[in-house]
């Protein structure tokens, strides 16, 4: 059933039993290439919330967990282009093995940025896991992107911890804009 949020209409997209099959398979990729290491997860805030906490029931090696903040929506459905650091990453990452865990990557501007901050801090290594690809929007070198849960065409999608101004991070399904 199609929702509303705000004033625009949004259909029914990716199903939560959907969302934690990948989740699941995700977590057991993880388990197996982490098996002699302790990676830190840093989770973008606040996007990432959900899947981050669903990924991490699902990872079974020693590990660690921090989250950043990130912002580059200020409402609205198109991104504004500038990124602000709202909140920074708060423990010593040198030597570390990353794995940071996204919502969603559009253009991989955010990630470009992100990719840049942790890369200066000397990590060992840095893995990528998003909930959400969309490939076509990929302009920014991000590299590869090593756990994609679902690649997905340019539309605009709430749900499971993404918002449309402020709204729907608590659905537990993911919904796309609906155009009729
Ligand atoms: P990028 O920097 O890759 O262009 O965009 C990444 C950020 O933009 C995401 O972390 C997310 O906050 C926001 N974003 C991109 N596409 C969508 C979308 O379809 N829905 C929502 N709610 N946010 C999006
Ligand atoms: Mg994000
Ligand atoms: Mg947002």
């Known amino acids: 059933m199609n929702i509303t949020i705000n004033d625009k209409d949004f259909e029914p997209f990716i199903e939560h039993h959907l969302i ?6 995700i977590g057991i990729q993880i388990n197996l290439e982490y098996e002699k290491r302790v990676p830190v997860f840093i989770g973008v805030l606040n996007g990432s919330f959900m899947f981050m906490a669903d990924l991490m029931k699902e990872v079974n090696v020693s590990c660690e967990t921090t989250f950043v903040k990130l912002a580059s929506y200020h409402g609205g459905t198109a991104s504004s282009g500038n990124i602000t650091e709202e909140l920074s990453i708060a423990m010593n990452i040198k030597n570390r093995d990353i794995i940071i865990v996204e919502d969603i990557i559009d253009t991989g501007r955010t990630l470009s940025f992100l990719l840049e901050k942790i890369k200066a801090l000397e990590p060992a290594s840095i893995k990528i896991a998003t909930l959400l690809l969309k490939p076509d929007a990929l302009t920014f070198d991000v590299g590869e992107i090593d756990y994609v849960g679902f690649e997905i065409a340019n539309d605009f999608v709430v749900g499971y ?5 402020g709204l729907g991070r608590n659905l537990k399904d993911i919904y796309r804009l609906y155009v009729g």
């Open 161 to 165: 911890g993404l918002d449309y101004d």
């Open 20 to 25: 934690e099959k990948r989740t699941r398979l």
